[in-house]
């Protein structure tokens, strides 16, 4: 299993970034994917999740309204479309997997929002 996220970079409070998570040694459409961050100094938290099919979807409550958890299963991809970003927003955001009763995850990409 190989989970590799992208996108990720240095943006303007009330800016927008589209993440991308690139999947591959496992059949994803099978399987929920999700994303989390962790930012400087605080725990990993769970930022949004999208079942298999793309569904059903699940937020924070910190993002509701803002970001938006999308998959594409043709391109084995999941999405992170986030709006109106705040600096709160900075964090290295993770890919995240449940395969086979294992936990996988990303190398993260950083998301810096500042002016």
Not at 16 to 35: E, H, I, Q, V
Not at 52 to 80: C, E, H, P, Q, W
Not at 91 to 99: E, L, R, T
Request: glycine share 12%; net charge positive; aromatic share 12%.
């Amino acid at each position: 299993v190989k989970l590799v996220e992208s996108g990720g970079g240095l943006v303007q409070p009330g800016g927008s970034l589209r993440l991308s998570c690139a999947a591959s040694g496992f059949t994803f459409s099978w399987y929920r994917m999700s994303w989390y961050r962790q930012a400087p100094g605080k725990e990993r938290e769970l930022v949004a999740n999208i079942t298999r099919a793309g569904g059903s979807t699940n937020y924070a409550d910190s993002v509701k309204g803002r970001f938006t958890i999308s998959r594409d299963n043709a391109k084995n991809t999941v999405y992170l479309q986030m709006n109106s970003l705040k600096s709160e927003d900075t964090a290295v955001y993770y890919c995240n997997a449940w395969v086979g009763g294992m936990e996988y995850w990303g190398k993260g990409t950083l998301v810096t929002v500042s002016s």
